[in-house]
């Protein structure tokens, strides 16, 4: 589990609302922790609510999406095959689904509910942490996956150039699919990737349910939007001036964000990738995300993107997450031990080639111990 300093990110949206000029933003409009009492709640009166919601703005007229928010979700990013192309579940469906990740998320990975025993797990006794999703304010989705587009819910496939990088990923790691991309050879800590190392994390575009501190802050002026997502404690700052992009060779570590109002819908085009950091082992050089917030009520935010790099897939891809009000402040995520891990991670490759080498050196049937 990463360090987590006791830094409100309150302190910061003060700072970053200085430099941006923004207004003072609205505080979240629903308590963060979610239950099954409170995600299931669809009555007339909630639904009456939603009717008469009338869309919050700043004071430059723009919808106002400020406040603090998370993607956390129970679905997955592709849809299972028993599903087809259905898009939806049914109420009693979703109810499931939503009990059932409760469920896993409160027993831990093995079902023993003693996570700080569970092997499968990387986060200790995460509910004394208070990293598990049903702490952190998951509410139901009645979408079968976050892909929506191509219509069947699952990735195109990799074009050869894509699964050439694939494979030659080192410790590559897709974090909505929890498994790794690659081989990690640990010859040197650049091996590792910027995550394990904590170079970078991954703080978006896209932005993505994670297994835990999937919260962000937005702040807004009438030339910016500033994210400020918790895993990570990373910030992007989206100008609104409509300037291109800069020149192909320069390259940052969540790409170069130039944002515009459609209506009420905020679009963000971003490219300009670090290779290091580009979203799926992708082409940097080709990669293009474009993202799509339109507040829907007074509780969420759709959040679409679509991903377009012809050098990594045989065609464009759309997912939608939702994004839900939590109660702020969230709090510093500090990514700090990983300095120990590369250290131990590459002190541990450096040992098992050392017994690989004896192992080939030790004639059939003769203990290491004995031939020396």
Not at 28 to 39: E, I, P, R, W
Not at 293 to 305: G, N, V
């Amino acid at each position: 589990m990463r360090n987590r300093f006791w830094f409100s990110l309150s302190a910061l949206a003060v700072v970053m609302a200085a430099v941006l000029w923004a207004p003072t933003f609205t505080t979240a409009q629903a308590q963060s922790g979610a239950s099954t009492k409170t995600a299931t709640k669809t009555d007339t009166k909630a639904t009456t609510s939603k009717k008469s919601w009338v869309m919050p703005r700043t004071p430059d007229g723009q919808p106002d999406l400020q406040g603090y928010w998370t993607s956390l979700s129970f679905t997955p990013m592709e849809r299972p095959a028993k599903y087809g192309n259905r898009e939806f579940l049914t109420d009693k469906e979703t109810q499931d689904a939503f009990n059932a990740g409760v469920k896993g998320s409160f027993d831990g990975a093995a079902g023993t509910g003693d996570a700080e025993n569970d092997p499968t797990s990387a986060d200790y006794d995460f509910k004394t942490y208070g990293l598990s999703p049903w702490q952190n304010g998951v509410r139901p989705n009645h979408r079968t996956s976050l892909v929506v587009d191509p219509p069947d819910g699952r990735i195109p496939p990799l074009t050869p150039a894509g699964e050439v990088r694939r494979k030659a990923a080192q410790g590559y790691f897709v974090a909505e699919e929890g498994n790794w991309q690659g081989v990690v050879h640990a010859d040197v800590a650049k091996d590792l990737g910027v995550g394990v190392t904590c170079v970078a994390e991954h703080g978006g575009p896209p932005i993505i349910p994670g297994g835990y501190n999937s919260g962000l802050m937005i702040v807004q002026s009438p030339g910016s939007v500033a994210i400020q997502t918790e895993y990570g404690f990373e910030l992007r700052i989206i100008p609104l001036d409509r300037q291109p992009h800069p020149s192909a060779n320069i390259h940052q570590w969540h790409g170069d964000g130039r944002g515009r109002w459609e209506g009420n819908t905020l679009v963000v085009e971003t490219t300009n990738f670090r290779p290091e950091n580009a979203y799926r082992n992708s082409d940097a050089a080709t990669l293009k995300i474009t993202e799509y917030f339109t507040r829907i009520d007074a509780e969420t935010i759709e959040y679409k993107f679509t991903v377009d790099d012809p050098s990594t897939w045989t065609k464009p891809w759309t997912a939608i997450v939702p994004l839900s009000t939590v109660a702020g402040p969230l709090w510093e995520y500090a990514c700090s031990e990983s300095n120990n891990d590369a250290i131990q991670i590459l002190a541990g490759a450096r040992l098992a080639e050392k017994a690989a080498a004896d192992k080939a050196k030790t004639p059939a049937g003769v203990p290491i111990s004995q031939s020396k």
